[in-house]
């Protein structure tokens, strides 16, 4: 791997985008699919640089930063607290950031020319939580999304798509068998809600706590590339 493809751009603002982002470089001249990767909580766009680094070199690969500021350099899309019953979020922060990022993804679309059928939106927790929200509320703006040791919300319920309208997305769930702080019933949940809305997916177990596994990288690459291919 060569170490451009291992660079980010400087922190990109602009009032044509809904939120500031990085873009992996190279950037390709005329990209044909494009990939929104999202952090996870207290995290930042920079965090999950390596997976963007091994994304196919004609995909234009967005790493979006959190709207809500934690600390130096500690973002996220919406504040949890995590107590004995399980994680309490703030649900209108939630909200806001999931109709932000649909808006943000239709702005690159258009920008570059890219197709929803090549479009995948994928994420690291939060950021997996986030792209769920994206893809199952506005199936029609994406052809996939990934959950990397994250979750679907229940609150997220009221707002899906009718079944009818989820039946072309594909998704991937990647998660730690021994997750400490999403354990791995989030999993079971996510494929169990998946599958009762008709959502074709691909789910892996690792041998890890809250994290990305190379392994875990490494299927999800694979799940993107035939995502891709099949658009």
């Known amino acids: 791997m060569s170490a451009l493809q291992n660079t980010l751009s400087s922190l990109q603002q602009s009032a044509d985008f809904a939120l500031a982002f990085r873009i992996r470089q190279p950037q390709p001249a005329q990209p044909k699919a494009l990939l929104v990767l999202l952090h ?4 930042s766009e920079s965090n999950l640089g390596d997976l963007a680094a ?3 070199p004609d995909t234009l690969v967005l790493l979006p930063r959190g709207p ?3 600390g130096p350099g500690q973002f996220a899309w919406f504040r949890v607290a995590f107590t004995a019953s399980g994680p309490r979020i703030e649900a209108q922060e939630a909200e806001q950031s999931r109709l ?6 239709a702005q690159l679309q258009a ?4 197709s929803p059928q090549q479009t995948v939106i994928a994420g ?7 792209s769920a929200s994206v893809a199952l509320t506005a199936p029609e703006s994406v052809a996939g999304f990934g959950i990397l040791s994250g979750r679907i919300l229940p609150e997220l319920e009221p707002h899906l798509a009718e079944p009818a309208r989820l039946t072309a997305l594909r998704a991937f769930i990647g998660h730690g068998e021994f997750d400490s702080k999403l354990p791995v019933l989030w999993a079971q949940r ?3 809600l998946l599958s009762q809305l008709g959502v074709a997916h691909s789910s ?7 994290g990305i596994s190379a392994a875990m990288q490494a299927d999800f690459l694979q799940w993107l590339s035939g995502v891709l291919k099949a658009a």
Not at 100 to 105: E, G, K, N, R, S
Not at 111 to 114: C, D, E, K, Q
């Open 100 to 105: 932000a990022l649909i808006h943000f993804v």
């Open 124 to 130: 690291f927790s939060q950021g997996g939580i986030l």
């Open 54 to 56: 091994g994304i196919d």
């Open 111 to 114: 920008a570059h020319g890219i």
């Open 190 to 192: 996510s494929e169990a």
């Open 204 to 210: 892996r177990r690792y041998p890890i706590d809250h």
């Open 40 to 43: 996870g909580v207290g995290g």
């Open 68 to 70: 809500l500021t934690l």
